[in-house]
């Protein structure tokens, strides 16, 4: 079954630098790239990035993203404590004919 | 604004029907396709399926095919979906979610509760 792998959790400092990691195949995430969405608690997702690389309107630069192979990797900069959040994947899958998502990163700013 | 703005909350029981709603604004309706993705409690989200407005073409996640049927109204600019033999497995908060480059804009929610 196609799916993208997220780590559970990750715990940074204030002000430090977060590297998030989205695995897939050459049929989701090595095709098109993924999308990263933010999601507060109680809240509705938030697109950060899209394709990888490109950041909608109004998104900080402190978030940025990029793909090698079949991973896509979303890095967050000074961290702030409302960077405190889960950050999910996404991606098309040719394979299965479907959007996939991550099971999200919880991302705790210490 | 762009938005899209979801019916509210239901509550129904194990093996009833459910037929959210989903009325966009402050964009040309039949321009984007409409996902809905859902959020059981305490998880992570998952892709229903998709509705392509121009036409009324749709696709849906393997899991949800012969259970789930949307549809929408271009006259309203709005986006339907019925899920069928509702479990509790279907307790979730279901978004409907505009795709431009991506997905761009969601829904605020709509929670659904199946329970005896």
């Known amino acids: 079954q196609a799916g993208l792998t997220q780590p559970p959790s990750m715990s940074k400092d204030l002000g430090q630098t977060a590297t998030l990691s989205c695995t897939g195949d050459?049929?989701?995430?090595?095709?098109?790239?993924a999308a990263w969405l933010q999601q507060h608690q109680g809240q509705r997702p938030k697109l950060l990035s899209y394709?990888?690389?490109n950041r909608p309107s109004g998104i900080s630069q402190r978030f940025s993203a990029s793909r090698s192979g079949n991973t896509a990797s979303l890095t967050i900069t000074g961290l702030q404590p409302e960077d405190e959040a889960d950050y999910y994947c996404?991606?098309?899958?040719?394979?299965?004919?479907?959007?996939?998502f991550g099971g999200g990163t919880k991302l705790t700013v210490l | 604004q762009v938005q899209l703005v979801q019916s509210g909350a239901e509550v129904k029981k194990p093996g009833a029907s459910v037929k959210l709603s989903c009325k966009a604004s402050?964009?040309?309706?039949?321009?984007?396709?409409v996902h809905w993705v859902r959020q059981a409690p305490g998880q992570g989200l998952e892709w229903v399926g998709i509705?392509?407005?121009?036409?009324?073409?749709?696709g849906y996640g393997q899991r949800f095919q012969g259970r789930v049927t949307m549809t929408r109204d271009t006259s309203t600019s709005t986006v339907y979906m019925e899920v069928r033999s509702l479990t509790s497995e279907d307790t979730a908060v279901y978004y409907c979610?505009?795709?431009?480059?991506?997905?761009?804009?969601w829904g605020q929610g709509t929670m659904i509760t199946v329970s005896s």
């Open positions: 402050g964009y040309s309706f039949t321009n984007f396709f």
């Open positions: 050459r049929n989701n995430v090595g095709r098109q790239g």
């Open positions: 996404s991606a098309w899958d040719r394979s299965v004919g479907a959007w996939l």
């Open positions: 394709r990888s690389n």
């Open positions: 509705m392509k407005p121009r036409d009324g073409d749709t």
């Open positions: 979610v505009r795709e431009s480059d991506s997905f761009d804009i």
